[in-house]
Every structure is written in structure tokens, then in C-alpha cells.
């Protein structure tokens, strides 16, 4: 099997864990159910990245908007995991978190044009327009070098240990991962994916926190931004970006 069939092959199954996990998250509209769709969205588009940007569906833009919309959703919900852990149940960030997931929820997401359009005519339609889609060896690595170009930049923003030049080594890590994995599996040379997982949680964990730390600012809750001060400095002690310099120069 040639890389173009086996690509075609693996992106049929992608896009049917995309249209189950759309239809299990309109009708349950729960943590999980948002989390798991988000995920597959996710590794869905990172096999697209492989295909130039011509031969790509032109309306799989959709599945982006959907899932840019549950990432407002699901931060919220990770910023009340994260307040509940610190043991601080009870404070205005916590409530307003809260008030705000329950307000997204209410905004038509769930039944507006985006969730009514990603219909089953609507990935038959992607389905379709893949069906001859081809992938080289030569594509493939001119999008592993610009990864590598990405994370090599980024990891050098991030010596500053700004929040924003952390934020964009998490990325660049994550779109890292996710290429990987998609390359990996057209049967193609494969990477330490617990090391760059450990890497993109790391950097999510911080993220979650830099973001929740502006939010106990903005609501002067002082015992909260104590805990989470605390917190930030214990995990930014863990990242190494030479371990993470020495990974990229691996590949």
C-alpha cells in the first residue's frame, strides 16, 4: 500500500471518530464528550496539515470553528478543575467560571449552524473530496522541517519564561506531537511521544495556570493567586528546555 492510499485509508477512519464524537457531544453536551471531540478534531486536521493547502476541503474550516468554540467551553472547565484542586472551592473566580460555561452552553452552540451544518451530508462531502487526495515523502518532510523550525524557535522565546513565550513552545509542541502522530500512522519513523506528551502537559499546566492567575487578579482573590504562585513556581522548576533542545536536535 503506497503512502497516498494508505493516507486515504487512515483519514476515512479519522473523520469517523470526528462524526461520532460530533453527534456524541451535541446530544450529551458533557466534559468529556466536548474533551473527546476536541481531540479528534484535532488529530483529524493534523493529517490534513500533510496534504498541500489547495488539496485540503475547502469546508473543513467548520470542524476548526466548532473546535475553537469548545476550547472556550473547556478552558472554563479546566479552570474550575484546577480551583477545585487547589482547595479553594468557594471564591468569585470559581463562580464566575461557573456563570460563564453556563452562559457558552446557552449560546447556541449546540444548535446553531455550526453543530446543524457538521451533518452527515457534510462529511460525506469531506469523504468525498479525499478520495483522491495524494501525499508524497517529499511533503511529508517539508512539513516535519517546519515543525522542527517552530519548536526550535520557540524553545528559544521561551527562556524568557514569559507566560506568552511559554504559551507558544506549548503549541509548537503540541502541532509537533500531532504531526508525528499522524506520520506515524502512514508507517513512517515515529518519535518519544510520552517524552513530548510530558512536554505539552507541562506547558498546558502552566498555561492553565497563568490564565487562571490573571482571572484571582482581576477578582483580587489573594489566597487564590497565593496557591497558584506557589504552584507555577514548583512546575516551572520540572521544565527543562535543553531536554527539550536535545529531543529536537534527536530528530
Known amino acids: 500500500m503506497d503512502l497516498s492510499e494508505l493516507f486515504r485509508k487512515v483519514t476515512e477512519e479519522k473523520i469517523g471518530i470526528v462524526e461520532a464524537e460530533t453527534y456524541r457531544c451535541q446530544h450529551e453536551k458533557s466534559e468529556d464528550s466536548i474533551h473527546n471531540l476536541r481531540v479528534a478534531i484535532r488529530r483529524f486536521r493534523a493529517l490534513l496539515s500533510l496534504l498541500r493547502s489547495e488539496d485540503r476541503p475547502a469546508d473543513a474550516g467548520l470542524l476548526r470553528v466548532i473546535f475553537l468554540r469548545l476550547g472556550e467551553i473547556r478552558d472554563i472547565e479546566v479552570?474550575?478543575?484546577?480551583?477545585?484542586?487547589l482547595g479553594t472551592p468557594c471564591c468569585t473566580v470559581l463562580a464566575d467560571a461557573r456563570d460563564s460555561r453556563a452562559a457558552l452552553?446557552?449560546?447556541?452552540?449546540?444548535?446553531?449552524s455550526l453543530f446543524v451544518s457538521a451533518?452527515?451530508?457534510?462529511?460525506?462531502?469531506i469523504r468525498n473530496s479525499l478520495a483522491h487526495a495524494q501525499i508524497t515523502q517529499k511533503r511529508l518532510d517539508k512539513v516535519?522541517?517546519?515543525?522542527?523550525?517552530?519548536?526550535?524557535q520557540a524553545v528559544g522565546r521561551a527562556a524568557s519564561l514569559q507566560p506568552e513565550d511559554l504559551h507558544d513552545l506549548r503549541i509548537a509542541a503540541k502541532k509537533w506531537r500531532y504531526?508525528?502522530?499522524?506520520v506515524a500512522l502512514l508507517g513512517e519513523s515515529e518519535i518519544d511521544f510520552d517524552f513530548w506528551k510530558s512536554v505539552q502537559d507541562q506547558?498546558?499546566?502552566?498555561?492553565?495556570?497563568?490564565?487562571?492567575?490573571?482571572?484571582?487578579?482581576?477578582?483580587?482573590?489573594?489566597t487564590l493567586r497565593a496557591k497558584l504562585l506557589t504552584q507555577r513556581k514548583e512546575l516551572l522548576e520540572s521544565v527543562s528546555l535543553q531536554?527539550?533542545?536535545?529531543?529536537?536536535?534527536r530528530e
Open 144 to 152: 516535519k522541517d517546519k515543525r522542527i523550525a517552530e519548536l526550535q
Open 179 to 182: 504531526n508525528r502522530e499522524a
Open 119 to 125: 451533518s452527515a451530508a457534510y462529511f460525506d462531502s
Open 79 to 85: 479552570k474550575a478543575i484546577l480551583i477545585r484542586s
Open 105 to 112: 452552553m446557552k449560546d447556541n452552540l449546540f444548535s446553531d
Open 203 to 222: 506547558l498546558g499546566s502552566l498555561h492553565d495556570l497563568d490564565i487562571l492567575l490573571e482571572s484571582a487578579d482581576i477578582a483580587q482573590e489573594s
Open 243 to 249: 531536554k527539550i533542545e536535545r529531543a529536537i536536535t
